[in-house]
C-alpha cells in the first residue's frame, strides 16, 4: 500500500499496524515502525524508498485547510508546535495512546462514509482537535524546555524567532523588525529559519497572522473593523488585502463559510 500516492495537497495522519517502512522527507530519511504515528503535513515532498510486505496503517487525509480549522477552534497554538509538528514525522505512542488514535480513527471513519449527516464537518473537525490536543499536551513540555537544553546556535536562533513572533507579530509583519531584535541581518535570519523549518521566516509570520484573523472571525461579536484594529491592520481594507492575499477570499467570505458549517 503506497500511502504516498494520495492527492498533492494533503497530509497523511496514520497509525502504524503492522510492519514498516523507509521515507524520505524533504531529503531527510525517516522510519516508520508498528506502533508508531506518522504525521505528514500538507506540501512536504515525500518518497517512500522500501516497505515491508506486511505493512498495514490505518491513515486519513487532511488538506491544509481542514488542519487550519481544526488548529484556531481550540486555541491559540505557540508557533513552536508548528515547527516541531514539521521536523518530527514519527512518534513512538504507548498502550493508551494507540487505543486512543484507534478510538479517532473509527469516529472518524464511521462519520465521513454517510455524508448526508448533519454537522458532518463540524463532527470530525472535533475529533481532529482532540487528535492535536493530545499532540499538543504530549510535546509542549518539551518544546518549552528547548530553550535551556538546546545546544546549536542556529536552533537557539529560530526559538528566539519564533518567541519574538508570539510577542510581536500584531505590531510588526516584517522581517527587518526581528532580525534587528536579533541582531543578526534579514538575509542570515531568512537563512537559517528555511533552513532548519523548511519554511521562510516571512511564511511563519503570515501563517501564524492569519491562523489569528481566523480565530477571530470565529467570534462573531467582533465586526471585521474590530478584528483589524486587534491585529494592528491600518485598515479593513488593508486586513481585507492581506487575507484575500494569503487565502483566495475576504474576511466576509470565510466568516460567511464557516457560518454554514
Request: a neutral charge.
Amino acid at each position: 500500500m503506497n500511502i504516498f500516492s494520495s492527492e498533492e495537497g494533503y497530509g497523511i495522519l496514520g497509525l502504524c499496524l503492522e510492519g514498516n517502512i523507509v521515507f524520505d522527507v524533504h531529503f531527510y530519511e525517516h522510519s516508520l515502525s508498528k506502533g508508531e504515528l506518522l504525521i505528514i503535513s500538507p506540501g512536504q515532498n515525500v518518497i517512500l524508498k522500501q516497505q515491508s510486505e506486511d505493512f498495514l496503517i490505518n491513515y486519513f487525509l487532511v488538506s491544509q485547510d481542514i488542519i487550519n480549522d481544526v488548529l484556531i477552534g481550540i486555541f491559540r497554538l505557540s508557533p513552536l508546535f508548528f515547527i516541531h509538528m514539521r521536523k518530527k514525522h514519527q512518534f513512538k505512542l504507548d498502550e493508551m495512546e494507540i487505543r486512543r488514535f484507534q478510538i479517532y480513527y473509527r469516529l472518524i471513519e464511521h462519520r465521513i462514509k454517510p455524508m448526508d449527516l448533519v454537522f458532518g464537518k463540524e463532527y470530525v473537525l472535533n475529533v481532529l482537535r482532540l487528535f492535536y490536543l493530545d499532540l499538543y499536551n504530549n510535546y509542549q513540555n518539551a518544546l518549552l524546555l528547548r530553550k535551556i537544553t538546546l545546544d546549536g546556535n542556529k536552533e537557539n536562533l529560530v526559538y528566539n524567532f519564533f518567541l519574538l513572533i508570539m510577542e510581536y507579530y500584531k505590531e510588526n509583519r516584517e522581517i527587518v523588525f526581528y532580525a534587528e531584535k536579533l541582531c543578526i541581518t534579514p538575509k542570515y535570519l531568512s537563512r537559517i529559519i528555511r533552513e532548519i523549518s523548511g519554511q521562510s521566516a516571512k511564511e511563519w509570520i503570515v501563517e501564524y497572522t492569519i491562523l489569528e484573523i481566523k480565530s477571530l472571525l470565529h467570534d462573531l461579536s467582533l465586526n471585521i473593523q474590530e478584528i483589524a484594529v486587534k491585529t494592528n491592520f491600518s485598515s479593513q481594507a488593508s486586513l481585507g488585502r492581506f487575507f484575500r492575499k494569503h487565502t483566495g477570499m475576504s474576511p466576509s467570505q470565510y466568516r460567511m463559510d464557516i457560518s454554514q458549517l
